[in-house]
């Protein structure tokens, strides 16, 4: 069998006394696409910024690739291969989409995303060509502050998997989208980001979306893994039905 991609060796973050994560042991193979579930306070986004340099993790290690890389910032994760967007989407009001685009690839490349010189042709056909199949050229020009909250999460998006990274990690890429434009959202974002290779994991609360989208599920509780597996098996799981899903929910 071959290596992981992606791996974390008892991961654990404490705030004071609140123990955020614990003992977060995964393997990720290249291409899986992977959803994390777990009520509010879980340890969802605590474990996504662990692993993205924005938290530092309080003990256990992080590897990617074969190379251990716990503790890098996220700049140096970004430049690693690492990616994601955020569940409140980070774009940068005043500029518009295809800057935000540039300043996104520049910081996952070498990390200037000030110098007026890293703005190559090059790398604006990279950012143009992202846009498009993330459905966003008609818009390149507006600036991101002025868009409808749905398109600024696409764009953040579109911001995480521009350069191709391995990994992307999209935190609850369906947050504030209607029940009605979900599966949309998670269309448009799903399949470019699969066409490119990348290996996906996604927060997500509406079990709907995690049974399509899915191949994978790991589900958190109390800051810990409490399954770990193929989708229909884990969201069957008693424990999971209980102290994840509710029934109600399933
Ligand atoms: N910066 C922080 N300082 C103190 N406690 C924190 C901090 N960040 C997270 N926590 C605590 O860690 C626990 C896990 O929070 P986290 O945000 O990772 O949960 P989550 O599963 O992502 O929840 P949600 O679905 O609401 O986003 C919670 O008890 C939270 O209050």
């Known amino acids: 069998m071959s290596a992981p991609l992606f791996r974390t060796i008892g991961l654990e973050k404490t705030f004071g006394g609140v123990v955020a994560a614990k003992d977060i042991s995964i393997d990720v193979m290249s291409g899986e696409r992977i959803a994390i579930i777990g009520s509010n306070g879980a340890g969802k986004t605590t474990f996504v910024n662990m692993v993205t340099g924005y938290l530092t993790p309080s003990a256990g290690q992080i590897l990617f690739d074969g190379h251990d890389i716990t503790g890098l910032d996220p700049r140096q994760t ?7 967007s955020f569940q409140i989407a980070q774009v940068f009001a005043e500029m518009t989409v295809l800057e935000n685009m540039l300043i996104a690839l520049i910081a996952g490349q070498d990390g200037r995303p000030s110098a007026r010189a890293a703005i190559t042709p090059e790398r604006i056909d990279i950012a143009r060509s992202a846009l ?3 459905g966003l050229s008609v818009i390149a020009d507006t600036p991101a502050g002025t868009l409808p909250q749905g398109t600024r999460k696409q764009l953040d998006i579109a911001m995480a998997a521009v350069g191709d990274p391995r990994l992307v990690l999209l935190d609850e890429p369906t947050s504030g989208v209607s029940a009605d434009e979900k599966m949309a959202m998670m269309d448009t974002a799903i399949a470019p980001l699969d066409a490119s290779g990348a290996t996906i ?8 979306v995690v049974r399509r989208y899915a191949d994978r599920v790991i589900a958190f509780y109390e800051g810990t893994v409490l399954a770990d597996g193929n989708v229909a098996v884990v969201l069957e799981d008693e424990k999971v039905r209980k102290y994840v899903i509710g029934d109600s929910h399933a």
């Open 78 to 84: 970004a430049q690693a291969g690492i990616r994601r």
């Open 201 to 208: 994991l996604f927060i997500e609360h509406d079990m709907d």
């Open 132 to 134: 498009d199949r993330f």
